[in-house]
């Protein structure tokens, strides 16, 4: 994978909140994200991005359906469709030996910043990555941890990842998992210095 930029990790720190808040939304769908008191958290603990209000109005969205429908929704959406996956670096390597060293590495890095995996549950998934972000300890004591340009490797596997799942589902309009996933983007870059310009994580937006 490509080096992707330099980690701000003040911003990492700002915004862990909004990472568990969107690993849970973009996971698979249950009564908690559709409820009033998930919306009241996004509303209290989000940080102020333009983000937040995106959120919010997807989650008017999840409110407006039945949990069936929901489900039914996120099933057809990435676990039916042969061309859409959650499991963010199949879509460059597939089932190859490389990606199983992707795959490795990555285990290694949440376990490098105090984040220890269920060993079923597979290192690339975006819920997984999004809450890895959310629980990484970044920082030891006062001191920035020296190792933090190693998430570089996370960083561009969401980017590959999110980019592919808009791009493999442009055709479809009016979904709020995609408005997600773009958000999701968007949110990730300011975790970038100059993220703000940073093309990479921009340029999968409108897809």
């Not at 996971?27 to 959120?55: T, W």
Request: hydrophobic content about 40%; proline content about 3%.
């Amino acid at each position: 994978m490509e080096e992707f930029g330099v980690i701000n990790v003040r911003e990492l720190e700002r915004l862990r909140k909004s990472f568990l808040l969107l690993s849970q939304a973009i996971d698979f769908p249950d009564d908690e994200v559709r409820s009033q008191d998930f919306a009241m958290e996004v509303l209290k603990n989000f940080p102020q991005i333009p983000e937040k209000n995106q959120f919010l109005s997807v989650l008017k969205e999840f409110q407006a359906k039945s949990l069936q429908e929901l489900q039914e929704n996120y099933t057809g959406l990435f676990e039916l469709n042969k061309r859409i996956t959650m499991y963010c670096t199949y879509y460059r390597f597939e089932d190859s030996r490389e990606r199983g060293g992707i795959l490795a590495k990555l285990k290694m890095l949440y376990e490098m910043f105090g984040v220890e995996l269920d060993m079923a549950e597979m290192t690339d998934y975006l819920p997984t990555m999004l809450e890895f972000l959310g629980l990484g300890v970044w920082t030891d004591g006062p001191v920035e941890d020296t190792r933090i340009e190693d998430l570089n490797l996370l960083f561009s596997v969401l980017e590959d990842g999110t980019y592919e799942i808009l791009k493999q589902a442009k055709e479809l309009v009016d979904e709020p998992y995609l408005d997600l996933v773009r958000l999701i983007r968007s949110s990730l870059r300011y975790c970038i210095i100059d993220g703000g310009d940073n093309a990479e994580m921009r340029k999968g937006e409108k897809a």
